[in-house]
């Protein structure tokens, strides 16, 4: 099993910046590749962007391209994610997830379905 931790969110006037942190920890491996998701209340929970496990390959959505970039420290099994130019349409919970498959470590994929492990999602509230 791994375990995903979250950390990092909170409040933040529109316009402002925050980084988001998940931390890996059991069995953990530094080849699995890794995403961050959002949800709104009332909506879908939403891809935001991948990163390969070898960090070679990354894709973003839309939404968020060019604002928030992600990252990943694997000496401290731990993903980030820089969230820049932050407006009331980005808050949500976030989620970071692994995904376990040996293809992940040179490919990034885009739907919840994909992966294997949830953290328990940290909070971030934009307000305007």
């Known amino acids: 099993q791994v375990q995903l931790v979250e950390s990092g969110g909170g409040l933040v006037q529109a316009g402002g910046s925050l980084r988001l942190s998940c931390a890996a920890s059991g069995r953990t491996s530094i080849n699995y590749g890794m995403a961050w998701f959002r949800q709104a209340p009332g909506k879908e929970r939403e891809f935001l962007v991948g990163?390969?496990?070898?960090?070679?390959?990354?894709h973003y959505s839309d939404s968020v391209k060019g604002r928030f970039t992600i990252s990943r420290d694997n000496a401290k099994n731990t993903v980030y994610l820089q969230m820049n130019t932050l407006n009331s349409e980005d808050t949500a919970v976030y989620y970071c997830?692994?995904?376990?498959?040996?293809?992940?470590?040179?490919?990034?994929?885009?739907?919840?379905?994909?992966?294997?492990?949830w953290g328990q999602g940290t909070q971030v509230t934009v307000s305007s």
């Open positions: 997830a692994a995904d376990a498959r040996a293809s992940s470590y040179w490919l990034v994929y885009g739907t919840a379905g994909e992966y294997d492990y």
């Open positions: 990163i390969s496990g070898n960090g070679r390959s990354t």
